[in-house]
T-cell receptor, first 113, second 114 residues
Framework: DAGVIQSPRHEVTEMGQEVTLRCKPI?????LFWYRQTMMRGLELLIY????????DSGMPEDRFSAKMPNASFSTLKIQPSEPRDSAVYFC???????????FGPGTRLTVL | GQQLNQSPQSMFIQEGEDVSMNCTSS?????WLWYKQDPGEGPVLLIA?????ELTSNGRLTAQFGITRKDSFLNISASIPSDVGIYFC??????????????FGKGTKLSVKP
């Protein structure tokens, strides 16, 4: 079975540019999570969806960040405009109904110059 | 909000040694999970614990759900070089996905000297 798929795996951009990260959850999973990982702050939950509906976005750092889940098999995390402090590894994870275990994607390493 | 304190932050051990790490919480959790993250990859689940006092093994790994429900422990026996990585604990307040998200510890970085 395919795991969580994220693209791109690496993204290098310049400050002020728009960045879009993509995630395809595992088929049949009804929860989708976006995390950010940095050395200083560890794994931070940004936002999560249940059945395509955003449930908690309190971890989204500021209005420059937005996330959408237009259908059960696709989600995006957008940063506009990007700043150097947004440089981090961004993970997407999904979870099947009634379970606790989250399955993580390989991550997108974002570098904002 | 809930916080998980994971210790130690890092360990540098000799191959063959046993490893212990733990996680403590200010809140009671009903589920504890342990993940491992290899360099350049996402975290992968190692062990899940659902009952206070539960002791569960997965090969050389053994994890325990503390009796107070505020802590959990992970032990690795006879470490090998491929055990290198970052180990995360994670807790959830509810059962069976009733609470949406997991609370993660900051991780324990394990380095193994051959």
């Amino acid at each position: 079975d395919a795991g969580v798929i994220q693209s791109p795996r690496h993204e290098v951009t310049e400050m002020g540019q728009e960045v879009t990260l993509r995630c395809k959850p595992i088929s049949g999973h009804d929860y989708l999570f976006w995390y950010r990982q940095t050395m200083m702050r560890g794994l931070e939950l940004l936002i999560y969806f249940n059945n395509n509906v955003p449930i908690d976005d309190s971890g989204m750092p500021e209005d420059r960040f937005s996330a959408k889940m237009p259908n059960a098999s696709f989600s995006t995390l957008k940063i506009q405009p990007s700043e150097p402090r947004d440089s981090a590894v961004y993970f997407c994870a999904s979870r099947r109904p009634g379970a606790d275990t989250q399955y993580f994607g390989p991550g997108t390493r974002l570098t904002v110059l | 909000g809930q916080q998980l304190n994971q210790s130690p932050q890092s360990m540098f051990i000799q191959e063959g040694e046993d490893v212990s790490m733990n996680c403590t919480s200010s809140s009671i959790f009903n589920t504890w999970l342990w993940y491992k993250q290899d360099p350049g990859e996402g975290p992968v689940l190692l062990i899940a614990l659902y009952k206070a006092g539960e002791l569960t093994s997965n090969g050389r790994l053994t994890a325990q759900f503390g009796i107070t429900r505020k802590d959990s422990f992970l032990n690795i026996s006879a470490s090998i070089p491929s055990d290198v990585g970052i180990y995360f604990c994670a807790g959830q307040l509810g059962y069976g996905g009733s609470q949406g998200n997991l609370i993660f510890g900051k991780g324990t970085k394990l380095s193994v000297k051959p």
